[in-house]
C-alpha cells in the first residue's frame, strides 16, 4: 500500500474486479468526459489478466473506505496515468493527492522521465488536479476519443523527472495485509 496524508493506494486485486466493474458501468461514476463502454465481468478479467506494464490502484480515505481508482500504464511508450473518483467523493482534494503519489511511486520504482496525463478541456476538475499536482499543460490534441456521439479534444499533461526532483506525498510503502 503507498500511504499519504489522506488517501492511500492499494494494489486491485482480482477479487476486487467487481467493484470496478460497478463503477464502470455506472453512468454516474463515470461521468460526461468518458467514453459509454458498458463492460461484462469476463471483459474485465481479460483485461486485468493481460497487464504487463500496468497496474491499479484503489483511492482509499485512511478509514479504508474507498472512494476510486487511479491507474498507471503505457500508452504509445509513454507513462500514462488514468483516474476516477465515486461523484459523492469529487473535489475533496483526493485525486490530486493520488495523482502525487503515484508520480512519487513511478519516478522512485522505475527508471522513467516522463509521466503524462490528459484531459477533456471541459473537464475543469480534472485538469485542475493535474495541475496542484505539479503536471504541465503541453497543448491541446484536437479530436482524439469519441464520446457520446462526439468528437472530443484532450489537453495534455505532464510531469518530468528533473521537475519532480523529490518525493512530495509518500510517507511509506507498505506490504498489502
Known amino acids: 500500500m503507498l500511504e499519504g496524508k489522506v488517501v492511500n493506494l492499494r494494489i486491485v486485486e482480482r477479487e476486487d474486479l467487481s467493484i470496478l466493474l460497478g463503477w464502470n458501468n455506472n453512468?454516474?461514476?463515470?461521468?460526461?468526459?468518458?467514453?459509454l463502454k458498458q463492460k461484462t465481468r469476463a471483459d474485465l478479467e481479460r483485461t486485468y489478466d493481460s497487464l504487463k506494464d500496468a497496474q491499479w490502484f484503489?483511492?482509499?480515505?485512511?478509514?479504508?473506505?474507498?472512494?476510486?481508482?487511479?491507474?498507471?500504464f503505457l500508452s504509445a511508450g509513454e507513462t500514462e496515468l488514468g483516474y476516477l473518483i465515486i461523484p459523492s467523493e469529487?473535489?475533496?482534494?483526493?485525486?490530486?493527492?493520488?495523482?502525487?503519489?503515484?508520480v512519487d511511486y513511478l519516478f522512485l520504482?522505475?527508471?522513467?522521465?516522463?509521466i503524462q496525463?490528459?484531459?477533456?478541456?471541459?473537464?475543469?476538475?480534472?485538469?485542475?488536479a493535474l495541475e496542484k499536482a505539479d503536471f504541465k499543460r503541453e497543448g491541446v490534441l484536437r479530436r482524439t476519443f469519441f464520446?457520446?456521439?462526439?468528437?472530443?479534444?484532450?489537453?495534455m499533461y505532464s510531469i518530468?523527472?528533473?521537475?519532480?526532483?523529490?518525493?512530495?506525498v509518500l510517507t511509506k510503502a507498505t506490504a498489502w495485509k
Do not use: M, Q
Open 27 to 35: 453512468l454516474e461514476f463515470i461521468g460526461n468526459f468518458e467514453p
Open 58 to 72: 484503489f483511492v482509499e480515505k485512511k478509514d479504508g473506505s474507498k472512494v476510486g481508482f487511479i491507474t498507471h
Open 90 to 102: 469529487r473535489n475533496k482534494g483526493y485525486v490530486s493527492e493520488a495523482i502525487r503519489l503515484i
Open 109 to 114: 520504482s522505475k527508471d522513467i522521465v516522463r
Open 117 to 128: 496525463a490528459k484531459a477533456d478541456p471541459e473537464n475543469v476538475a480534472s485538469w485542475k
Open 147 to 155: 464520446c457520446r456521439g462526439v468528437w472530443r479534444d484532450d489537453c
Open 160 to 168: 518530468i523527472r528533473e521537475d519532480w526532483k523529490k518525493p512530495k
